[in-house]
């Protein structure tokens, strides 16, 4: 019966929880597309098609690292995910509710900022296109989940916001994802090349014929920065024991 | 359960969404005649011809041509059908595509930009499909001495450190997607500073490297010392026209033996020289329909101290007169981009100052049409004949009797394709 199933249950949970905190969600959702139309329709006329791909792959980074980091970090303060352990929800089970709601953000802030930028940039793209960049975004979105469950598992609930903050934006920023890093100097060019928002951005940049990529190499840097935080995020729940 | 539909409802409204979203442009493919019009090819001129254009290219010049059933038709009478005009010297940055674009300017030959976005560039260019924005060509980043100019923008450069290092210099360029290579010999001598340049031994290591490889070499010069330098050796061209001195014989020699060309980018000179753009480039019809605020204000800008400089304006228009005279080929480039510029508008600038300087207005024309596409090896452009491109100009007016009349500008068509113009394209900036 689906409605046994915990991670549906869970999903909903998250799904209500979104709808019941608009506060949350509204800003989290409309501060990425408001950065856009500043930065990439306003003040940077031309660079419409570049600047979706770099701003849309910042605020799904941003919903993602949020999302969990913030919220799992609070939810282990209050002794929650340590009673979901107790309960015979598995973890996959509590991790996909997390997920929907981060995958469900990416969607949005895309397809958003997509019309945005068809709208006032002169943004042209094949339907293909536009759903390769809306697919490859929210699929990239889920090595940024990891990190953020990662960080929200050891991280306490005060310290959470702020660190996030501190990673989020300096790694934004070196990966080029508000000014293109080809205007960076050498030095600085080659550190965005380690950070993988920016190989996220250049799968974008592919897709929607900006740039072209060379895709083993970007996936092989996903993959292992995920996988990093996956072991981290494994370590974090084994030590869950209410607040540390 | 009404969780489900209320998620099945935003997944469905995203998908939604982007089905809607608009694909390429997409323009009339028929078949469109233009009748009754006097025509440039690029060369010389027909009276009363009718032009066929169909699949983003010419299928037909002439003056008894039949047109098809169902082809779209245009009155060309009074009016002149050029080949779009190409600018062999701008910096293409912002909306500069699509501002040239409005002004019939449908081929951009730039002098130093980031090479980041080149293979999407070249993409574009490759096509037929309907475009908003001009065709780009591009040196990509520029060769120049380590705190030199062209450093000076922001945008880091590579240095060539040495004559031995000049080819990996220029494979990388060429790996970027660089279509030619700029060089830069600039001693800051002609603007009163002084600033690190390239030497002899560097300028004539990277033109080999770039001949080696099958491209051109192109060097920005401001003094006639430099302009010598950089012809003995073998650059393909001067993208700019110095203005130090009047030309001397001994460079007219050099010039016309070596077949170099030389772009005199005199609006730019213009803006350095103390000189205001004209009222009939930035005023009437077309510049309500087809010129931004934004560049009209980049028209009204100018040099530090180009007051200073302005006694030596008419040495420019002179120095250009001579060696026009002297046979020497000259390419129409704007450098726009730089203050007193504006992708467009200062080609035509450009176009009327090289007719002030002494060329007939047909020469002119083709100084940015036939004779860049020849220089730069352009297929299918800036011609107007059976098998180009159908980037075309419908000027309202006859240029070819007083070139000023050339940015009366009826319609642009790019790759077969009627362009929108500002107002059109709801565009309110």
């Not at chain 2, 290092?165 to 060089?183: C, F, H, M, P």
């Not at chain 2, 770039?210 to 073998?234: D, I, W």
């Not at chain 2, 393909?236 to 170099?260: E, K, N, Q, T």
């Not at chain 2, 450098?335 to 207005?361: K, M």
């Amino acid at each position: 019966m689906i409605a046994a199933n915990p991670s549906i249950q869970l999903v909903r949970a998250q799904w209500l929880n979104l709808l019941r905190t608009p506060a949350y969600t509204l800003p989290t959702l409309l501060f990425p597309v408001m950065f856009y139309v500043f930065f990439g329709l306003m003040m940077l006329r031309g660079q419409a098609l570049w600047l979706l791909c770099t701003f849309a792959t910042f605020g799904v980074m941003g919903a993602a690292l949020f999302s969990f980091g913030v919220s799992v970090a609070t939810e282990r303060a209050q002794g929650w995910l340590l009673l979901l352990r107790a309960s015979p929800a598995p973890v996959g089970a509590v991790i996909a509710g997390k997920a929907f709601g981060a995958l469900l953000f990416a969607i949005i802030i895309v397809v958003m900022m997509s019309a945005l930028a068809a709208a006032f940039g002169d943004v042209r793209l094949e339907t293909a296109q536009w759903f390769g960049l809306a697919g490859i975004l929210s699929l990239g979105a889920i090595p940024f989940c990891l990190m953020g469950l990662a960080l929200g598992l050891w991280l306490s609930p005060n310290a959470a916001p702020a660190v996030l903050n501190l990673v989020y934006l300096p790694l934004g920023f070196l990966s080029g994802l508000w000014i293109p890093s080809t205007v960076f100097p050498g030095w600085l060019q080659s550190v965005a090349e380690w950070l993988p928002p920016y190989h996220l951005a250049a799968l974008a940049l592919d897709i929607a014929g900006a740039r072209s990529a060379d895709w083993g190499h970007s996936l092989t840097v996903l993959g292992l920065f995920g996988l990093v935080f996956a072991v981290m995020t494994a370590l974090g729940w084994r030590r869950l024991s209410g607040v540390s | 359960m009404k969780s489900l539909i209320g998620i099945s409802l935003v997944l469905l409204g995203a998908i939604a969404t982007l089905l809607l979203l608009p694909g390429p442009l997409e323009g009339h493919r028929g078949v469109t005649a233009i009748e009754g019009v006097r025509v440039f090819d690029g060369e010389r001129v027909i009276e009363d011809a009718t032009v066929l254009i169909a699949e983003g290219r010419i299928t037909g010049v002439g003056a008894d041509l039949s047109v098809p059933d169902g082809a779209e038709t245009i009155d060309g009478e009074g009016r002149t059908l050029l080949p779009g005009l190409i600018d062999a010297h701008v910096h293409a940055y912002g909306s500069a595509r699509t501002d040239a674009l409005r002004m019939g300017v449908t081929t951009l030959l730039d002098m130093f930009r980031s090479p980041a976005d080149q293979p999407m560039v070249i993409r574009q260019r490759q096509s037929l499909d309907p475009t908003n924005q001009a065709d780009l060509f591009s040196a990509g980043f520029l060769a120049t001495a380590e705190g030199g100019h062209g450093t000076q923008y922001g945008l880091p450069v590579p240095i060539p450190e040495s004559p031995e290092t000049a080819d990996e210099w220029v494979a990388q360029r060429l790996d970027e997607g660089s279509d030619y290579i700029k060089i830069i010999i600039e001693d800051g001598s002609g603007w009163g500073r002084t600033l690190p340049t390239l030497d002899a031994a560097m300028v004539e290591a990277l033109v080999e490297a770039a001949h080696e490889r099958g491209v051109l070499a192109v060097a920005h010069v401001s003094t006639q010392p430099a302009a010598k330098m950089a012809v003995r050796s073998g650059v393909d061209g001067l993208v700019h026209l110095f203005a130090d001195a009047p030309v001397d014989d001994a460079f007219i020699a050099m010039a016309r033996d070596s077949g170099v060309w030389i772009v005199p980018t005199t609006p730019v000179l213009a803006a350095s020289h103390g000189q205001s753009v004209p009222d009939w480039l930035t005023g009437g019809e077309h510049a309500e329909t087809r010129i931004s605020q934004q560049q009209r204000t980049m028209l009204s800008q100018s040099f530090p101290g180009s007051q200073m400089r302005s006694a030596r304006w008419p040495l420019v228009l002179e120095n250009v007169r001579r060696l026009h005279e002297a046979g020497v080929t000259l390419l129409a480039g704007s450098d726009a981009g730089n203050p007193g510029t504006a992708h467009g508008p200062s080609l035509h600038h450009e176009l009327a100052l090289l007719v002030e300087a002494g060329l007939t207005p047909v020469e002119a024309l083709r100084a940015a049409t036939t004779l860049p596409a020849r220089a730069f090896g352009l297929e299918g452009r800036g011609c107007l004949q059976p098998g180009c491109r159908a980037d075309l100009v419908l000027v309202d007016g006859n240029p070819l009797e007083d070139i000023r009349q050339s940015v009366r500008i009826d319609a642009v068509w790019k790759n077969g394709a009627r362009t929108e113009r500002r107002d059109e394209a709801g565009d309110a900036s």
